[in-house]
């Protein structure tokens, strides 16, 4: 797994920070999120390992895609071959959603780099 280091991140590393729009979509069914709803993501986000990440293709059309990755001081960090579908998609437009592998306790993040 990638690690944020005090120097610098790996080169290879792509982080995605949690926007304030992402943190509203983290409280389903609510207008406003609370601290439970975002204490409850960085728990799910913190343990797993397995994620899927979306990118928009050329096209437009997404592109989804499971990623091991790692959630370290509030940011989400996977790494990816740039020649792969995934980091031409990255490089094109940064637009990226995240979400945790269980769908019992789905965890969804919307954001860019």
């Not at 005090?6 to 389903?28: G, V």
Request: net charge positive; with cysteine.
């Amino acid at each position: 797994m990638l690690a944020k280091t005090a120097k610098s991140k790996p080169k290879s590393a792509t982080r995605t920070a949690p926007s304030q729009h992402a943190r509203r979509l983290l409280a389903e069914g609510r207008q406003t999120p609370t601290s439970s709803a975002w204490s409850f993501a960085e728990e799910r986000l913190s343990k797993s390992h397995n994620y899927w990440i979306c990118s928009p293709r050329p096209d437009v059309r997404p592109h989804s895609t499971p990623v091991w990755s790692i959630w370290l001081d509030e940011a989400f960090y996977f790494s990816t071959d740039p020649a792969s579908r995934k980091g031409q998609n990255l490089k094109a437009n940064s637009a990226v959603s995240v979400h945790v592998e269980s769908g019992d306790e789905p965890v969804i993040l919307g954001g860019s780099r």
